[in-house]
């Protein structure tokens, strides 16, 4: 197969995410189709013999692409009306678009055209895609902190003032719930609240004070977790719900969970000073 062909079907196989990514960026199917057809020009006229993620590559030139094109749009000063409205996708030949319209809500595309090129850039690929820090700043041309911060104060626009979402209290019951269990040893009560197929990870800091590099199933974590917390505290860090092990006065080790229904399903320790200072950490009474 001649590199052209291998490019082309690697390109289609990750057309889907690019579009997806695109339509979060942009919020206007005809402009997605510009961005992702100038995605594929710049990988045809680029030497990618050395990218070893080539998905990765394609999700930062696609960004790339979305970020000059909403700065050429508030340039050209195109929303005399105010904040762009996303386009409604109505015919058949855009099936696929409205299913990924619907997926995103108009509602959270209109809150999105709110925010500067380079915040929304960093909301996006870092929440919704999960793209690290250290990825997102060189192409907003600012530090991984920088970019963090950015993410922070868009996510903060997005979340508004909403009413409240009866998920937020379910979730606080399940974390507190996870903190009593671990204190008061209650190895049942951890299992409850545990996903079977739970993951816990650690950074190297957090290995480094004693923890384990990964811990996989319910079982497993629960008897790591059994008889600690006790300096643990529900907060939030970046906007979601986790742990905050307060000692000595001092922030000492965040543990980002994800709550998959009514059950934890990944616990991260994350140790490092650095990374620490870098969240948006509040602490929940």
């Not at 594929?40 to 006229?45: G, I, N, P, V």
């Not at 960004?63 to 000063?77: E, F, I, T």
């Not at 009866?166 to 299992?191: M, W, Y």
């Not at 979601?240 to 307060?246: Q, S």
């Amino acid at each position: 197969m001649d590199e052209k062909k291998f490019l082309a079907e690697k390109f289609e196989a990750n057309r889907p995410h690019l579009r997806a990514v695109a339509y979060r960026m942009l919020g206007s199917t005809s402009e997605v189709d510009d961005a992702v057809q100038e995605t594929w020009l710049r990988l045809s006229r680029s030497d990618t013999s050395a990218v070893e993620n080539l998905g990765g590559w394609l999700t930062t030139v696609v960004a790339r692409v979305c970020l000059d094109m909403l700065r050429s749009r508030k340039s050209r000063r195109e929303e005399p009306m105010g904040p762009h409205v996303p386009e409604p996708v109505a015919d058949d030949q855009h099936g696929r678009d409205a299913e990924m319209a619907d997926s995103v809500g108009a509602a959270l595309l209109v809150v999105l055209e709110t925010l500067a090129p380079a915040e929304r850039l960093a909301f996006v690929l870092h929440d919704m895609f999960a793209v690290p820090f250290e990825e997102i700043a060189p192409i907003v041309g600012r530090t991984p902190a920088a970019a963090r911060q950015l993410a922070s104060r868009a996510r903060r626009r997005v979340q508004g003032t909403p009413p409240p979402d009866p998920d937020f209290g379910r979730q606080k019951n399940i974390v507190e719930a996870f903190i009593k269990a671990s204190r008061e040893g209650d190895f049942e009560g951890l299992l409850a609240v545990l996903d079977p197929d739970v993951v816990f990870r650690a950074d190297s800091a957090a290995q480094r004070l004693g923890s384990l590099v990964e811990i996989r199933g319910a079982k497993a974590v629960a008897e790591a977790f059994k008889g600690r917390a006790q300096a643990a505290r529900p907060a939030l860090v970046d906007g979601a719900l986790a742990l905050a092990v307060i000692l000595g006065g001092q922030l000492r080790i965040v543990v980002r969970l994800t709550i998959s229904g009514d059950r934890i399903s990944a616990v991260e320790a994350v140790a490092d000073a650095e990374r620490i200072g870098q969240f948006d950490v509040s602490l929940l009474t």
